[in-house]
């Protein structure tokens, strides 16, 4: 099982920063990608940066790419999304997910895929 808990967020002007945080517990080796989602009103939950915990560079939505950063704490099991050049269209909810499964060293078998979500966080930015 695994566990995860956002932090951060809140109500910002636009053009400030913000980050938000996900921090992981329990079975936090099984991890094979972190990645933070978001659901504006009215519209379907998107990406909006992912990172495979075993190597390459984050990706990112288009809207938010140049403003954005993910980075990871490998010891801490947690990561965190800073956005600068907030707007109002950046307010959402923002979930963050981790993808488990596949082979792992020590397994005599591939598990099954599965993704774990947090509760989600608000973020609301103000014109």
């Known amino acids: 099982q695994l566990q995860l808990v956002e932090s951060g967020g809140g109500l910002v002007h636009a053009g400030d920063s913000l980050s938000v945080s996900c921090a992981a517990s329990?079975?936090?080796?099984?991890?094979?990608?972190m990645a933070w989602y978001r659901q504006a009103p009215g519209k379907q939950r998107e990406l909006v940066a992912s990172?495979?915990?075993?190597?390459?560079?984050?990706v990112y939505a288009d809207s938010v790419k140049g403003r954005s950063t993910l980075s990871t704490d490998s010891v801490k099991n947690t990561w965190t999304l800073r956005m600068t050049s907030l707007k109002p269209e950046d307010t959402a909810v923002f979930y963050c997910?981790?993808?488990?499964?596949?082979?792992?060293?020590?397994?005599?078998?591939?598990?099954?895929?599965?993704?774990?979500w947090g509760q989600g966080i608000l973020v609301t930015v103000s014109s």
């Open positions: 990172v495979d915990v075993g190597g390459g560079a984050p």
């Open positions: 329990g079975y936090t080796y099984l991890i094979k990608v």
């Open positions: 997910k981790a993808v488990s499964g596949g082979s792992y060293d020590g397994y005599d078998r591939t598990l099954e895929w599965h993704d774990w």
